[in-house]
């Protein structure tokens, strides 16, 4: 599969075929430069860019003294409120375009119709992006973060909750003065398995987002607000 193209037109081309809609219902979609593939099960749409695997800097590598990968460890989640249809949809195509800038590898979201609003496991998680597929120095990951949470505060999408304090997931962090991303680390202490957000609700609250004390990729990074919120003023709770 082909490298993401770099012409400008190439770019409009395939921001308009990964709308929200068009993941939504088909499991393959491709152009001459382009395919990939989703899983598209009984709540999410998990999109793997084509991309992925053309180019050594997307092929993840297993740890230190390991032969094999398990795809797990740092993720970021973006919280946007699902109960809205059309907000959910807003937000997608607008972070979709990101990532086809920025090549990121693999993503999930919520499907139209669910909501992760009543479910402690999967709240303030409508949209995952896969780090470990990306990893810096390949991403100017502080870049993305910015770009992403500007972006969506400017076309105002509402957020899960309009309390800071209850936007985001229980097992995860926030990233610095952001409005709707957090992240947390999955990936079991001996890197064999994921943890699953059940288990992971089961360590000390402050050690949740990285049980086991990995070296945090995000700690540095701070949004920089441009202008004060757009949203959450309207949402009732």
């Known amino acids: 599969m082909a490298l993401l193209p ?8 395939l921001k308009a075929l990964f709308t929200y809609d068009n993941i939504s219902k088909s499991k393959a979609l491709s152009d001459k430069d ?11 749409v998990f999109i793997e860019f084509g991309y992925i695997g053309s180019d050594p800097s997307y092929t993840p590598k297993p740890p230190s003294g390991q032969t094999k990968f398990t795809p797990g460890g740092w993720k970021l989640h973006i919280a946007v409120d699902d109960t809205d249809p059309e907000n959910l949809a807003k937000a997608w195509n607008i972070v979709k375009n990101i990532f086809i800038e920025y090549r990121i590898a693999q993503a999930k979201i919520i499907k139209s119709g669910i909501s992760f609003a009543e479910d402690i496991t999967q709240y303030g998680k409508q949209i995952t992006i896969y780090y470990f597929y990306n990893p810096a120095p390949q991403r100017d990951w502080d870049k993305i973060i910015n770009e ?5 505060d400017k076309a105002g999408i509402e957020p899960v909750h309009p309390d800071m304090a209850k936007r985001f997931s229980p097992t995860d962090r926030p990233i610095t003065n952001s409005r709707y991303i957090s992240y947390r680390n999955d990936l079991s202490e001996d890197s064999q398995h994921v943890l699953d957000s059940t288990t992971v609700m089961g360590f000390p609250e402050d050690k949740r987002y990285n049980p086991f004390g990995r070296p945090d990729p995000f700690a540095s990074i701070s949004v920089r607000l441009q202008s004060e919120p757009t949203t959450h003023l309207s949402m009732k709770k």
Do not use: C, G, P, R
């Not at 992403?148 to 969506?152: G, M, P």
């Open 6 to 13: 770099d012409e400008t037109d190439n770019l409009t081309s």
């Open 148 to 152: 992403i949470d500007d972006q969506l």
């Open 34 to 44: 382009y395919t990939f593939a989703s899983q598209i099960n009984a709540k999410t």
